[in-house]
């Protein structure tokens, strides 16, 4: 049985995994931004909320960095740096997934959306911010519950881990939806294909979410 006041003893990692976690909800409330921009049709500010992920993203290695080389050697853990940096990998995935979506858009800036499926563009964006959002809470429930062992904190942290699969789950079949629709329009085959990979980097952001969401399970294991 793990006890409470063993934690006196242990370097906690989740302050700088918090505050990782936070710099990752700022960058997608821009990526959203960014998005309704394009879809927009006319909004003039896409590179720029596009050179704000950039910059955030470019925070956000920095305080990956940080954690990386600041744990001390030796000290206790509550949990082990593997499944730590296995989380930190998933998490900052969510961020290069943002950054490409956008790269991928400023590609062929000049080629919109198809009009047929900008709602469910929409949609896809919505359902992978959600996620975004509760990695945060679930960071911040798991700090408490490394701190305490409380199990009803346990129980907190394990109810966001099947809300980010069930938002993945979401976000999978609208990225579904928007592929099959893309081959049934009558556009030319390289706005299909970007269409497509479009839907697919969008999805992917979900896909780092809920395998963060996993490795956190892990470490709750341990």
């Not at 949609?123 to 959600?130: A, C, Q, T």
């Not at 942290?157 to 809300?163: D, F, H, N, P, Q």
């Not at 049934?184 to 294909?193: G, N, P, Y």
């Amino acid at each position: 049985m793990r006890l409470p006041f063993m934690s006196m003893f242990m370097t906690s990692p989740f302050e700088g995994i918090q505050e990782h976690a936070e710099k990752v909800k700022e960058c997608a409330w821009a990526f959203q931004q960014a998005i309704e921009c394009h879809i927009s049709k006319r909004c003039q500010n896409f590179e720029e909320l596009r050179n704000e992920v950039v910059r955030l993203e470019s925070e956000a290695d920095a305080i990956k960095r940080r954690i990386r080389g600041h744990l001390p050697i030796g000290t206790l853990m509550p949990v082990s740096k593997f499944q730590l940096f296995r989380y930190l990998r998933e998490q900052d995935g969510v961020l290069d997934s943002v950054e490409d979506v956008l790269d991928w858009i400023s590609y062929r800036s000049e080629a919109q959306i198809p009009p047929e499926v900008e709602k469910e563009f929409l949609l896809l964006v919505d359902s992978v911010i959600e996620p975004i959002e509760e990695l945060s809470k679930m960071v911040r429930e798991a700090r408490e519950y490394f701190r305490t062992y409380n199990e009803k904190q346990r129980v907190r942290v394990k109810e966001i881990i099947r809300t980010l699969r069930r938002q993945e789950h979401e976000a999978d079949k609208l990225e579904h939806t928007i592929k099959k629709s893309a081959f049934h329009l009558s556009i030319d085959a390289v706005t299909v294909f970007h269409t497509v990979r479009l839907a697919e980097i969008i999805g992917s952001i979900a896909d780092h979410a809920e395998n963060a969401g996993d490795m956190m399970r892990a470490m709750l294991a341990r």
